[in-house]
């Protein structure tokens, strides 16, 4: 196995959409009416991106083995509801140890002026 860090992927736009935002607030048990949660992160930020990096064969990324054990969120400010947002990610590290591999998994959003918006951290632990 290669590691991948500081592979870079593609951009990614999203554009934050009332129905989804409601659905999304209603599952978790907040108000609809209350704007964009902050956990929607999840969907706009590592949501958009993290398929980038499960989909690369390079990365090899098995989810048998596969564990998501850290999130993270940092804002500069909140989405808006209607915004097109846009997603970079970047293997941030690619370690191996005990025979466990750890990859750091982090997508900065920004908003249609390129202004940032919000950045993502991951760490998935995959299992030899």
Do not use: N
């Amino acid at each position: 196995m290669v590691g991948v860090a500081g592979r870079t992927y593609p951009a990614v736009e999203f554009e934050i959409e009332p129905e989804r935002v409601a659905a999304f607030a209603r599952a978790i048990g907040a108000d609809p009416s209350g704007g964009v949660p902050p956990t929607f992160a999840t969907v706009y930020s590592l949501g958009t991106t993290a398929p980038q990096l499960f989909g690369d064969e390079e990365a090899a990324v098995d989810f048998a083995r596969l564990l998501h054990a850290e999130q993270e969120f940092q804002w500069h400010r909140h989405p808006r509801i209607g915004e097109t947002l846009t997603s970079r990610a970047r293997v941030a590290s690619d370690t191996s140890r005990r025979g466990m591999r750890f990859v750091s998994f982090e997508t900065d959003t920004t908003d249609a002026d390129g202004a940032p918006l919000c950045r993502s951290r991951a760490l998935f632990v995959i299992r030899s």
